[in-house]
Each structure stands twice: as C-alpha cells, then as structure tokens.
C-alpha cells in the first residue's frame, strides 16, 4: 500500500508541494486540473507543464498516481447545457493524453456540486459523456476512476452501461460518511467487481463537515478492516482539510491512517 495527497493541499506552488510530500512520508501526489476559466494554465493541461511535473517528480522522488478533474463539478458530463457537455468530452480526450505522457493512469472524475448525479436524466448524460472518452482512455493506458454522491449500486449500473475497462471508482470513506451510505461495505463490493480503482482517505461529519482525521463521523475500525479484508494494495490518498502547518499537520494524519493499515 501506498500513501499520497493532494497538491493542492499545499497551496499554488506545486514544486514546494513535490519537496515537502516525501519530506513528511508521502509517496505520491495527486495533480489537479480544478480551474474553470483558465484551465490552460494548469501543469498538466501542456506539453510543458508535464515536463516540469515530471521533472519535479524525478528529482524528488515522488509518485504521481491521479489527476483530480475538480473542474468537472461546474462543467462536466452531466450539464444541461449541451455545449458544456460537449466541451466536458473535448477537454477529458486532451487530459487523458497529457496525463498518460505524465505517466498519470488515474484521473478522478467527480460529479459534485453542480453535477451531481442526482436524477435518471443526469446519469444517462454522463454515461454518454463518458461513453466518448472511454476508448481513448483504454488506447491511452488511463483510467476515468468516478467519485460522487450515488451508491455503489449506482456506480456499477453506470460502469456496466458504458461497458469499458478504462472506467472504475474512486471512494472516498468521509464522503460515504457524510452520504450515510455504508462505506465499508461498499468497499468490499466494488472490490469483488474489480471497479474499485483508488481510495480518498478524510474525515467528514454527517453535517459536511472535512475535519482532521479521527474528528468526524468516519468509523474507521470498519474502513480499514474492509480495506485489509480486500487485500487492497493501491493508493490511500489524504483529502484532509487543508493547513497552514502541513508538516506537522499532515505528518500526524499520515500517522493516524498508516497505524490502523498496520504500516
């Protein structure tokens, strides 16, 4: 098992945030693709942007394992306007090519806040958003690991529909929480469907609230009995609130996940 966070979580200097991670025990760092209006100025949108992250990746050691598409919760698959639908497909062809020259295989396609899946019509738009980006993904060695709102059972009806091995999901244990669904659960079920692609570690409370780890509502004695009953081997990734003492901070938070996956 692994152990990553986001870069964000740094704030904008992405270089600082490729020295301190291993500083503080990391072994990876998730990139973002969050901004809407000028996209083109994230890293990973351009040839040279990539080069730079690989570069900062090579010479300090550390992994990156995903791409977060934060963007996509204001303008993604599920939009009602179809120009935003259409720009979402265009877009994700040209991330899914920047992040596999960034030896990126993971992007989290998230459907939150304006793009919640939260009606029949919205899911069949973003299985057809989804359904045009797939193939390319698969060509490229990249997969579209989907994070949201709905259930596991709703995930695995969406990842049937579009009918590609270069789709999954990435759960996230607070947002379960946070949802009242039965995350432990639903871990070992998309598990045992083999969709289960990458793991969001934070800490929610039932009122939404992102807190340190071990302050909110998460059980983790049955997350991480589920993540060790699957034999899960991939990437744990820190979404934890974001702090003006990382190295302190995130250390501890670090500590408290890597003690209970007896690392």
């Keep these: 098992m692994k152990y990553g966070i986001g870069a964000a979580r740094f704030g904008d200097n992405i270089e600082e945030a490729f020295r301190l ?50 963007r996509y919760n204001k303008r993604g698959f599920p939009d009602d306007d179809r120009q935003v639908r259409k720009e979402a497909e265009v877009l994700m062809v040209h991330l899914i090519d920047m992040c596999a020259e960034a030896g990126i295989h993971t992007i989290l396609t998230p459907f939150f806040g304006d793009q919640v899946l939260d009606d029949e019509e919205r899911i069949e738009r973003a299985i057809d958003g989804l359904k045009q980006c797939a193939p390319h993904a698969e060509s490229r060695g990249v997969t579209l690991a989907l994070e949201g709102t709905v259930d596991a059972e709703t995930w695995l009806r969406i990842i049937e529909a579009i009918d590609s091995r270069a789709v999954g999901v990435y759960y996230d244990v607070g947002n379960a929480a946070r949802y009242r669904l039965d995350g432990p659960e639903e871990l070992r079920v998309l598990s045992e469907e083999r969709v289960l692609e990458q793991i969001h570690i934070k800490d929610m409370t039932l ?34 609130p974001m702090s003006e003492n990382p190295c302190e901070d995130y250390a501890a938070w670090l500590e408290f996940i890597k003690s209970r996956t007896g690392e």
């Design 207 to 240: 009122d939404h609230r992102n807190m340190p780890l071990g302050e909110g509502d998460v059980d983790w004695y049955a997350v991480v009995g589920a993540i060790n009953q699957i034999e899960y081997d991939g990437y744990l990734v820190l979404e934890t």
């Design 21 to 70: 991670a291993p500083e503080i025990g990391f072994d990876g760092l998730e990139i973002p693709f969050n901004r809407v209006e000028d996209h083109e100025e994230e890293f990973i949108w351009s040839r040279d942007g990539v080069e730079k992250l690989r570069a900062w990746a090579e010479g300090y050691g550390v992994e990156m394992p995903s791409c977060v598409a934060g």
